[in-house]
């Protein structure tokens, strides 16, 4: 597609609820990054994959969070027994390749009540 | 301390006013330097992209990186109604792939 997609663009889901973020990049992207962005807040790295592996899940608050890229385009964010910090705007990013200038989707909204 | 601080704001200025934003950071590290833009709900724009230190122009934007000092600053010149938004400054080193990113300066231009 011409840009990054993200679906669904708003989710509300229930205090330990399981909840699945995708995000479908730039067709030929091989970099593709995960941020979460709370309100008032610049974006904060979460995962960053080059190809199908993930390089660097540093960012990743803890065991509840998860990504996939099983094929090297579509990825999946995965959180589990979701908590009411959780809430903030997950952001995608993809890029031609390391040290290029990222674009990003629109994010997704989740609220967790 | 965050590894790149940035004055919130709000900032609001006259349309056709020259705007200047800016930021700090602390990573000796840093080589790659961006500008974003962000309108709400939207997720945040490339602005400016530049290596090291120097100046950048771009149209109405110039994208200033001083390394000596470790401020990044991003100039708007003849400032329009549309510019309005949040200006994040970004950072990144080349051996780490994760963008840092700055708190974002609200703008507003008024008409």
């Not at chain 1, 027994?81 to 674009?103: K, W």
């Not at chain 2, 006013?17 to 000796?28: D, G």
């Not at chain 2, 994208?63 to 949040?86: E, G």
């Amino acid at each position: 597609g011409a840009g990054v997609s993200q679906t669904p663009s708003n989710k509300v889901t229930e205090k330990g609820k399981y909840v699945e973020l995708r995000c479908d990049p730039i067709s030929g992207h091989t970099a593709l990054y995960w941020y979460r962005q709370s309100l008032g807040q610049g974006p904060e790295f979460l995962i960053y994959f080059q190809g199908t592996g993930a390089a660097d899940d540093s960012g990743l608050p803890n065991d509840r969070f998860f990504a996939v890229r099983p094929e090297g385009s579509v990825s999946t964010l995965k959180i589990q027994r979701t908590e009411r910090g959780d809430s903030a705007v997950y952001l995608c990013a993809s890029s031609p390749g390391v040290g290029d200038g990222y674009t990003f989707g629109s994010g997704t909204r989740l609220t967790v009540v | 301390q965050k590894e790149v601080e940035q004055d919130p704001g709000p900032l609001s200025v006259p349309e056709g006013a020259i705007v200047s934003l800016n930021c700090t950071y602390s990573n000796s590290a840093f080589q790659y330097f961006m500008w974003y833009r962000q309108y709400s709900r939207k997720g945040p724009e490339l602005l400016m992209y530049t290596y090291s230190s120097g100046n950048k122009e771009d149209g109405r934007f110039t994208a200033q990186v001083d390394k000596s000092s470790k401020y990044i600053s991003l100039f708007i010149r003849d400032s329009q109604p549309s510019d309005s938004a949040t200006y994040l400054c970004a950072a990144f080193s080349g051996s780490a792939r994760q963008l840092t990113f700055g708190s974002g300066t609200q703008l507003t231009v008024l008409p």
